[in-house]
């Protein structure tokens, strides 16, 4: 797989892996933190230095599963500013 495929599927697993945690805080964190990293190494061209950057990004992959499986043994309310999903009544 050519290293900007690589990026891009991992740019993606990332932000969706964080959606998944359940505190609103740590969420937006780790989403503004994950958009703030690539964009800062967007143009980066010494491959060493990528694949070290790739191999982080790995490792804080498997921290955020790790974290969002942590997050549901231990759940809290939803903050207000949170949207809350609800059921939209039938129209019968």
């Given at each position: 797989m050519s290293t900007r495929r690589q990026a891009i599927t991992?740019?993606?697993?990332?932000?969706?892996?964080?959606?998944?945690?359940?505190?609103?805080?740590?969420?937006?964190?780790?989403?503004?933190?994950?958009?703030?990293?690539?964009?800062?190494?967007?143009?980066?061209?010494?491959?060493?230095?990528i694949d070290r950057q790739v191999a982080s990004a790995k490792q804080n992959l498997e921290l955020i599963r790790r974290q969002v499986i942590i997050g549901h043994l231990y759940t809290t309310d939803k903050l207000v500013i949170e949207p809350k999903k609800t059921l939209r009544p039938s129209d019968d």
């Amino acid at each position: 797989m050519s290293t900007r495929r690589q990026a891009i599927t991992l740019y993606r697993n990332l932000l969706r892996e964080s959606e998944k945690l359940p505190s609103y805080n740590f969420r937006m964190y780790a989403m503004r933190k994950i958009r703030d990293s690539f964009r800062a190494n967007k143009m980066l061209s010494d491959f060493k230095e990528i694949d070290r950057q790739v191999a982080s990004a790995k490792q804080n992959l498997e921290l955020i599963r790790r974290q969002v499986i942590i997050g549901h043994l231990y759940t809290t309310d939803k903050l207000v500013i949170e949207p809350k999903k609800t059921l939209r009544p039938s129209d019968d």
